[in-house]
């Protein structure tokens, strides 16, 4: 269990200080953190309400944030390129994100194709019976994305790493909340880049800057 936890720790702080340097992505993972949670509350209820808020508000504004305010230059920070961290980039990184969100944005194609999902549910009569199948289907393309990597990572590393980034994708809006909070504050008073960066308290050789 040490070395899981330790592994999970590492995971959560490259994440941190590799990708979260802008405020206004900071702040947007709030927002996606705020309504992930909102998510997991009606998850077991409406799974596809969940869903449809997980993928519209909370995937949406967290994608959005590394795509356009990231900064994607020469990390001076952590002395490293862009394009080793994405190599080194345990999760998705950019061009597996582009994969994953381009599955979600054509799913819906599916139900215009068949309606009935290969017969699993009766052909929706209303818009809103297409809704909420529509939300059942990003629910399953959700879980599968977690699924898939979770298992990727079983064959390319190990079992601990892979669990420990199922773990980590799963309890990020929780860590979100507590690492930006304070983000969108910050950034009315006029930032863009964070001026410090949250060292890890296990970390002798984090930086802060």
């Not at 990231?70 to 080194?88: F, G, H, L, M, S």
């Not at 699924?147 to 809006?173: N, S």
Request: neutral net charge; glycine residues 4%.
């Amino acid at each position: 269990m040490t070395n899981f936890f330790d592994i999970l720790r590492i995971q959560r702080w490259d994440d941190h200080r590799y990708y979260h340097h802008s405020l206004v992505n900071q702040s947007l993972h709030l927002l996606s953190a705020v309504s992930f949670v909102c998510a997991y509350l009606l998850m077991y209820k409406d799974p596809w309400l969940a869903a449809l808020i997980g993928w519209l508000v909370s995937m949406t504004s967290r994608q959005i944030g590394h795509f356009f305010f990231e900064p994607r230059d020469y990390d001076v920070v952590n002395q490293a390129t862009d394009e080793y961290k994405e190599a080194i980039k345990v999760g998705y990184n950019i061009r597996r994100k582009i994969v994953l969100m381009t599955v979600w944005a054509m799913s819906p194609l599916v139900l215009l194709l068949d309606p009935t999902m290969l017969g699993m549910v009766a052909a929706p009569r209303t818009w809103m019976q297409f809704i909420r199948h529509l939300g059942y289907l990003w629910f399953v393309v959700g879980i599968s994305g977690l699924l898939f990597r979770t298992v990727q990572l079983f064959v390319i590393q190990d079992l601990l790493t892979g669990l420990a980034w199922a773990t980590k994708i799963v309890t990020d809006p929780f860590h979100d909340i507590k690492l930006y909070y304070r983000a969108p504050l910050q950034l009315a008073r006029g930032g863009l880049i964070a001026r410090t960066l949250a060292a890890d308290p296990q970390d002798e050789t984090a930086e802060s800057y």
